[in-house]
């Protein structure tokens, strides 16, 4: 499974940013998909998570209320509705796919390339 993700950008405090991720495999809808990140200086941490037929979500307590996972299984593609961005929400964010079940840890199989969210205060 090949992931890439794309949306990041520069974005100011406050302000909303959508990431999407799309998947090159044709049992999408089997994966439970993630979203992890990586601050400057800090360990990768686990933003959010869906399962596959997209009916269960987990967040961290950091981003709940502000951040919103889902995902269109037609188009193989997950997506990260950020809003109400802050400064320490900028990082390189990751997706990743594994099976199983929605978890926080990090254990999934497969992980996309990253894509920069800069917020600035």
């Known amino acids: 499974v090949q992931l890439q993700a794309s949306g990041g950008g520069l974005v100011q405090a406050g302000g909303s940013l959508k990431l999407s991720c799309a998947a090159s495999t044709r049992t999408f809808g089997s994966y439970v998909m993630g979203w992890f990140r990586r601050a400057p200086g800090k360990e990768r941490e686990f933003v959010a998570a869906i399962n596959g037929p997209g009916k269960s979500t987990y967040y961290a307590d950091s981003v709940k209320g502000r951040f919103t996972i889902s995902r269109d299984n037609a188009k193989n593609t997950v997506y990260l509705q950020m809003s109400s961005l802050k400064s320490e929400d900028t990082a390189v964010y990751y997706c990743?796919?594994?099976?199983?079940?929605?978890?926080?840890?990090?254990?999934?199989?497969?992980w996309g390339q990253g894509t920069l969210v800069t917020v600035s205060s």
């Open positions: 990743a796919a594994r099976t199983g079940g929605v978890t926080s840890d990090d254990n999934y199989a497969y």
